[in-house]
Structure formats: C-alpha cells, structure tokens
T-cell receptor, first 115, second 114 residues
C-alpha cells in the first residue's frame, strides 16, 4: 500500500545511546515532517523538510538531528538519548496545501522508551 | 504564531447519542485549512474531516460534521449516532494556506459507553 513507512515500531534505549528513526514515503511528496506525541501535549513538530536538500527546525528540535537523504527518505537521529525523549514519534509527508487540500499522510509511529 | 486549543481533555457519550468536541484557534491568516484527526489505540492518525476556510458551508462526512465559525475562530466536531468504534483520541489541527506546518491541539479523549 502506498503511504509512509516508519521503522522501527518500538525501541528501548539506554540513556546516552544513539539511534536513527527511518521514514520513507512513496507518494512523491515534497514535504516531510517529524513530530513527537506526548500525553497532554498533542503532536509537536521536531523538524521538517520542505524539499529534498532542505531541513528546518520545528517547535522542539533540541537533541535531534535530521537528514533528508533523497525525496523519499527523511531520518531522525538521537545522538545521545535522554529520558525526556521518551515519546511516540510520527513521520508524515505532504504536498503543498493547494494540491492536497492541506492533508498530511502519517506513518504508524514509533514508540521510543529511554531508560 | 498560530495556536490551536482543545479545552476538553476527555469526553464521554453513550452509544447512538450525539457528542460535540470543541476546538478554537488563533491566526491572523485569512486562508487556511482545519482538520480533525482520529487516533484509535492502534496509534494510527486518521483524517476524519477537513474544512477550507474560504468555504462557508460546513463540511460533512457521514456521521461526522463540523460547525465552522470563522469570525469566532471556532471549529467543533459533531459525531452523530456514536459507535463503540468512535472511541479514540481526537486532534484538531490547523494549516495555513501557504505554509508547510500542521499545528495540533492537545487532543480530546472520547469514550463511548454501550
């Protein structure tokens, strides 16, 4: 099925470990996003990429890095995981609002626990 | 900066009844999109309904409808004939017409009782 694929679905890290969350979309969308979801706080934007080769900080970028490897792939890296990064992470993709009536397509999420 | 506020952390409804979830937003833009997303326990984000601000008619999708009040910056979701499968977290979201970012509210957890 066409859509956004995130890996892994679950991960447990020890404090200080690093990891990369992978995301790929096959809809030829230009824009891709990483959000984190925490109880009582909704989804908050970490980083986004409006096109291949560009990335921009969102609302909560500290402690994260991203790479837009090509048009399909957008990865999120935690260099030194902290318990405060325990969260559910969502990748999403979109076209410019005028082409898609604003809609996003979301991946199924990654539940990350840092102990 | 745009903000989205959902003032009801939790709501409950009995099966077959109607429930309304509230959402207000703040923006200085005149053209934008508003959305309601459903997140069941599976964690998947499912688009329920969308509204384009330039359209005066309220959007409807089967049992789901919105009450869009542009002047009041209000965007409520009405679920009619509630079903057990409607139990989920519901997020209101905003996107400017010429911007990339989708801004979410904090969510409302809906419980449906038999």
């Amino acid at each position: 099925n066409a859509g956004v694929t995130q890996t892994p679905k679950f991960q447990v890290l020890k404090t200080g470990q690093s990891m990369t969350l992978q995301c790929a979309q096959d809809m030829n969308h230009n824009s891709m996003y990483w959000y984190r979801q925490d109880p009582g706080m909704g989804l908050r934007l970490i980083y986004y990429s409006a096109s291949e080769g560009t990335t921009d900080k969102g609302e909560v970028p500290n402690g994260y890095n991203v790479s837009r490897l090509n048009k399909r792939e957008f990865s999120l890296r935690l260099e030194s995981a902290a318990p405060s990064q325990t969260s559910v992470y969502f990748c999403a993709s979109s076209e410019i609002p005028q082409r898609t009536a604003g809609g996003y397509t979301f991946g199924s999420g990654t539940r990350l626990t840092v102990v | 900066a745009q903000t989205v506020t959902q003032s009801q952390p939790e709501m409950s409804v009995q099966e077959a009844e109607t429930v309304t979830l509230s959402c207000t937003y703040d923006t200085s833009e005149s053209d934008y999109y508003l959305f309601w997303y459903k997140q069941p326990p599976s964690r998947q984000m499912i688009l329920v309904i969308r509204q384009e601000a330039y359209k005066q008619q309220n959007a409807t999708e089967n049992r789901f409808s919105v009450n869009f009040q542009k002047a009041a910056k209000s965007f409520s979701l009405k679920i009619s004939d509630s079903q057990l499968g409607d139990a989920a977290m519901y997020f209101c979201a905003y996107r400017g017409y010429n911007t990339d970012k989708l801004i979410f509210g904090t969510g409302t957890r809906l419980q449906v009782f038999p």
